[in-house]
């Protein structure tokens, strides 16, 4: 007698395994979410830095004020949208707001998931300008407030008046 042999999965392996993948995964996901979290806070404050050192770059470069504001469009300063986007252009008349001769020379998205990301300045104006002279912030000294929507602690970014940041975690948003 001749028995072929057959590969493959008998009903029951084939429940345990997805009995087992089922709960790894169960367990799995929330540790990804926070990774995400975490993942996500980095990123964005890179980037924020990255961005606020390129805009004093660029004032004190082009000899012009240097705006970085919250835009979702990409095209112009829109309030509160720091969530969605910003966008780094040359103010050459020094009215905060992209006009038809000025240049965007930076577009970023965020597309933040896990949290909400607000600009707290000084003079309580929604973006901020660096000075054409010496790239300097002109009264835009505050700080970007990461609030996280997890578990995961909150991220303050402080723009000090000689354009220097630093990273804090302060208690509540």
């Not at 029951?12 to 087992?20: D, G, K, N, Q, Y």
């Not at 979290?37 to 890179?46: I, L």
């Not at 990301?117 to 790239?135: K, M, V, Y």
Request: hydrophobic share 40%.
């Amino acid at each position: 007698m001749i028995f072929e042999q057959k590969n493959g999965f008998t009903l029951v392996e084939l429940i345990v395994t997805l009995a087992v993948l089922v709960i790894l995964i169960a367990f799995a996901i929330p540790y990804f979410h926070e990774i995400m979290a975490k993942q996500e806070v980095r990123h964005f404050t890179n980037k924020l830095i990255s961005n606020i050192q390129f805009a004093k770059s660029q004032a004190t470069l082009h000899h012009s004020n240097v705006v970085l504001c919250p835009s979702q469009n990409k095209l112009n300063c829109q309030s509160n949208q720091w969530n969605s986007g910003f966008i780094v252009f040359l103010d050459h008349n020094k009215n905060r707001l992209v006009d038809t001769n000025e240049q965007i020379i930076s577009t970023e998205t965020t597309d933040l998931k896990y949290g909400n990301l607000d600009w707290r300045g000084t003079l309580s104006i929604p973006s901020l300008t660096f000075q054409a002279e010496n790239g300097l912030p002109i009264g835009s000294n505050g700080s970007f407030y990461y609030c996280s929507l997890s578990a995961q602690p909150h991220n303050k970014l402080v723009l000090s008046p000689m354009g220097h940041t630093r990273i804090e975690t302060p208690a509540n948003c």
